[in-house]
């Protein structure tokens, strides 16, 4: 029984290229969290998913990051024209319904250079 | 805003110990403060978790000590090990709220020596 899955582990991006993180969340989970850590700093809620749907979304930066949850495939995290500030680790986390049970994954160390 | 303050940042202890992690948090809306223990290089991981209709709770070597007047909250850790050596973080949520999403402290890592 995997895990959460997110890929790449490690993402290296030039300052202005796009950023895609990908998650998979464990098998019967429909529900779809991203969060960020910063250096030395706890994780910050970004946004909920449910398949399709984007149930809350308060926690995302107003520009250049987006995310989605398809039907089929895994949610992903897109940044654009990432800027030296959004390096970071970026969790994913499911659960099989809307209250508890998270499970996070290993994350994706992104690296803007 | 920093709903969930955190204390100390670090902490070293010797094998046998027993560190204490302090929370405090302002949101009275939570009603669910669990912890989670993560590895370097890894996702974070539920230790163990409180409501605040009791005062403390106890598995293996884990207790969680809550006082809700005060809105504060801590974690023990008896008989230390060095395989405990981690960053743990605190955190709290509104399960009535609309989503689920959990409000973190900054961490303590924690470091037991042998």
């Known amino acids: 029984n995997a895990g959460v899955m997110q890929n790449p582990r490690h993402l290296v991006r030039r300052r202005g290229q796009e950023a895609r993180l990908r998650c998979s969340p464990m098998?019967?989970?429909?529900?779809v969290y991203w969060y960020r850590q910063l250096p030395e700093e706890g994780l910050k809620f970004m946004v909920y998913?449910?398949?399709?749907?984007?149930?809350?979304e308060s926690g995302m930066p107003k520009e250049r990051f987006s995310a989605e949850f398809p039907k089929e495939g895994p949610s992903i995290l897109r940044i654009q024209q990432v800027v030296r500030g959004d390096s970071a680790a970026y969790f994913c986390?499911?659960?099989?319904?809307?209250?508890?049970?998270?499970?996070f994954g290993s994350g994706t160390r992104l690296t803007v250079v | 805003q920093q709903q969930v303050k955190q204390s100390p940042q670090s902490l070293i202890v010797q094998k046998g110990g027993i560190p204490i992690i302090n929370c405090a948090y302002e949101?009275?809306?939570?009603?669910?403060f669990p912890w989670y223990q993560q590895f370097p290089g890894k996702g974070p991981a539920l230790l163990i978790a409180?409501?605040?209709?009791?005062s403390e709770k106890k598995e293996g070597r884990f207790t969680i000590s809550f006082n809700k007047s005060a809105k504060q909250f801590s974690l023990h850790i008896m008989d230390s090990q060095p395989g405990d050596s981690a960053t743990y973080f605190c955190?709290?949520?509104?399960?009535?709220?609309?989503?689920?999403?959990?409000?973190f402290g900054k961490g303590t890592k924690l470091s037991v020596i042998p």
């Open positions: 998913l449910q398949k399709e749907n984007i149930i809350d």
């Open positions: 955190a709290g949520v509104s399960s009535g709220a609309g989503s689920y999403q959990l409000t």
């Open positions: 949101n009275t809306a939570f009603d669910y």
């Open positions: 098998k019967g989970h429909s529900h």
């Open positions: 409180i409501r605040p209709d009791v």
């Open positions: 986390a499911s659960s099989p319904r809307d209250r508890g049970g998270y499970t």
